[in-house]
């Protein structure tokens, strides 16, 4: 997993509704499919030699890696038509040359889903097992359609947390997506779910 072996690497880039974040698709496997990790500044990016270099242009704020495509969120108020071919570069001949993802030794495996509140009775086990099937098969792969990722957090007395990951944090959008589509999802295939939040979303 840490490297990839000497090929021809196509990038092109996809827009998403996030206009501060740009998915590059690449025809290679950077994860497991439905693996990803998030990382939100060079601090937390030592796992990742790719990320780490991402975060040395001066515009990139945001690196979220997943299965084929890399989402990168800029900060500087720069037009993307002016990054897109530096970034397309980069990460075509860094890919290319056989530069490590990640750190030998890494994982991105999934935490097991859990039920919030302090004692987790059986019922609540299987609540938050059925939120985390909706997730992971329905809502999931739209999200990283849009080049950013869903993973649920917890389910306590009806309200469920979830985190989101990539070009979904801090999109204009994802309130609106949140609410209107995956809380009337949940609500409609599980009767106990009266609430879906995100981490660091305000509604």
């Known amino acids: 997993m840490t490297e990839n072996k000497e090929k021809m ?5 996809e827009a998403n509704p996030n206009p501060e974040s740009m998915k590059f698709v690449m025809n290679v496997q950077l994860l497991p499919e439905g693996q990803s990790v998030d990382y939100p500044n060079l601090e937390s990016a030592l796992e990742s030699p790719l990320a780490q270099e991402l975060f040395n242009f001066d515009y990139v704020s945001r690196v979220f890696i ?8 800029k900060s500087a108020d720069l037009e993307w038509v002016k990054l897109i071919p ?11 040359a056989g530069g490590p993802i990640f750190n030998e030794g890494f994982s991105a495996a999934k935490p097991a889903a859990t039920a919030d509140n302090g004692e987790t009775s059986a019922e609540d086990a299987d609540i938050a097992k059925k939120i985390t099937d909706l997730l992971d098969n ?3 792969p739209a999200v990283e359609q849009d080049g950013g990722n869903i993973t649920f957090k917890s389910y306590n007395e009806g309200v469920v947390t979830v985190h989101l990951q990539g070009s979904c944090s801090g999109c204009p959008s994802a309130t609106v997506t949140l609410k209107a589509g995956i809380e009337n999802l949940l609500k409609r295939m599980v009767p ?4 879906v939040v995100a981490d660091g979303v305000t509604v």
Not at 192 to 195: G, L, S
């Open 9 to 13: 690497v196509s990038v092109y880039a």
């Open 66 to 73: 997943a299965s084929n495509f890399v989402t990168v969120t």
């Open 86 to 96: 530096e970034l397309r570069t980069f990460l075509k001949s860094y890919v290319e």
């Open 138 to 140: 329905y809502v999931r």
């Open 192 to 195: 106990e779910v009266k609430e």
